[in-house]
C-alpha cells in the first residue's frame, strides 16, 4: 500500500525558515517524479514544486521561486522541502504527492507573528 | 507552462439536475492527462477522474469526464445532496502541474 507522510509543519514567524519532509514507504520511490501540492485556508490548490527522479530536474512555482528548494533522499525514501523567507501568504496545507491517484494527509504551516 | 481555466465560478443547481462543468487549457493536455477532484470543506481533495474520463475507485457511475486536447467537462448526471462541493481540475502531463481554480456547486 502506498504511504505519503508529511511532517515538519508548524507554526512559524514571517521571515522565518521550515523543513517539510514526506516520507514514502509501499513504492519504488526512485522511480518516480515527486511533488508538494498546497492549499491556503479558503483558497484553491496550488502546485508548489516538483523534482525528478534523480533530482537531476525541479519545478517551482513563480510564487516560491528562489525561497523554497525541493530535494530528496532516494535511500531513505523520502521528499523534502526546504522553505526560507517565509510570508503569511505561505500559511497552508502542504501535500506530498506523487500523482493524482496519491496524496499525502498533508501538514499545516502557518506563518504569523 | 500550462494554464487551466475553469467554468462558471460557481454553479447553482438543485438535486437531480445535471452538471456539466468546464475545464480549459492554454495548451493541449499530452495523453489527456487531466484528472477532476471534488473537494468539501475541511477535507483533503478526493479523486474523481484521471485520464480525463477514468472513474477512480469507488467513485459513482453519475460522475463522468471527457474531452481531449484543451477542452475537458466534467459531468454529474443527476445531483445528490452529497456532490455539493468545490470540483478542480488538474493537468499531470508535464511538470509544473497545474490547477484549475476551481467551480463551486451550490444548492439552488
Known amino acids: 500500500e502506498v504511504q505519503l507522510v508529511e511532517s515538519g509543519g508548524g507554526l512559524v514567524q514571517p521571515g522565518g525558515s521550515l523543513r517539510l519532509s514526506c516520507s514514502a514507504s509501499?513504492?519504488?520511490?526512485?522511480?518516480?517524479?515527486m511533488h508538494w501540492v498546497r492549499q491556503a485556508p479558503g483558497k484553491g490548490l496550488e502546485y508548489v514544486s516538483g523534482i525528478t527522479t534523480n533530482g537531476g530536474s525541479t519545478y517551482y512555482a513563480d510564487s516560491v521561486k528562489g525561497r523554497f528548494t525541493i530535494s530528496r533522499d532516494n535511500p531513505k525514501n523520502t521528499l523534502y522541502l526546504q522553505m526560507t523567507s517565509l510570508t503569511p501568504e505561505d500559511t497552508a496545507v502542504y501535500y506530498c504527492?506523487?500523482?493524482?491517484?496519491?496524496w499525502g494527509q498533508g501538514t499545516l504551516v502557518t506563518v504569523s507573528s | 507552462e500550462i494554464v487551466l481555466t475553469q467554468s462558471p465560478g460557481t454553479l447553482s443547481l438543485s438535486p437531480g439536475e445535471r452538471a456539466t462543468l468546464s475545464c480549459r487549457a492554454s495548451q493541449s493536455v499530452s495523453s489527456n492527462y487531466l484528472a477532476w477532484y471534488q473537494q468539501k470543506p475541511g477535507q483533503a481533495p478526493r479523486l474523481l477522474i484521471y485520464?480525463?474520463?477514468t472513474r477512480a475507485t469507488g467513485i459513482p457511475d453519475r460522475f463522468s469526464g471527457s474531452g481531449s486536447g484543451t477542452d475537458f467537462t466534467l459531468t454529474i448526471s443527476r445531483l445528490e445532496p452529497e456532490d455539493f462541493a468545490v470540483y478542480y481540475c488538474?493537468?499531470?502531463?508535464?511538470?509544473?502541474?497545474?490547477f484549475g481554480q476551481g467551480t463551486k456547486v451550490e444548492i439552488k
Open positions: 504527492v506523487i500523482n493524482p491517484s496519491h
Open positions: 485520464g480525463a474520463s
Open positions: 509501499g513504492f519504488t520511490f526512485s522511480s518516480y517524479t
Open positions: 488538474q493537468q499531470y502531463s508535464r511538470s509544473p502541474w497545474a
